[in-house]
């Protein structure tokens, strides 16, 4: 199973990038896809999710600048950011969830810089 994460990079403040997500080694249409920031905090906060079925969850700290996304077909998961802010800088990480079986992989991470 890989969760390969992209898309990270510096980005000036009120910049936009787009991370994905590609599945490979799951049954990707079966699986909830999740975003999460590793940022100053210590733990790991969730910022976007979709389920299986396409319903979105979006975090208070980038409602209203991100949207996720999926496509079945392309086995891929998609986090557009727009308007970001210095706060949004750390590592994404990607999380596929299949609940009734309590599986649950990670990826490795994508880094997003925003400078001030």
């Known amino acids: 199973v890989q969760l390969q994460a992209s898309g990270g990079g510096l980005v000036q403040a009120g910049g936009s990038l787009r991370l994905s997500c590609a599945a490979s080694g799951i049954l990707f249409e079966n699986f909830d896809m999740a975003w999460y920031h590793e940022g100053t905090g210590p733990h790991r906060e969730l910022v976007a999710a979709i389920s299986r079925s396409g319903r979105t969850t979006i975090a208070d700290s980038v409602e209203g600048r991100s949207s996720a996304s999926r496509d079945n077909q392309k086995a891929t998961f998609y986090l557009q950011m727009d308007r970001l802010r210095p706060e949004d800088t750390g590592v994404y990480y990607c999380?596929?969830?299949?609940?009734?079986?309590?599986?649950?992989?990670w990826g490795k991470g994508t880094l997003v810089t925003v400078s001030s």
């Open positions: 999380n596929a969830e299949f609940l009734e079986y309590k599986t649950n992989f």
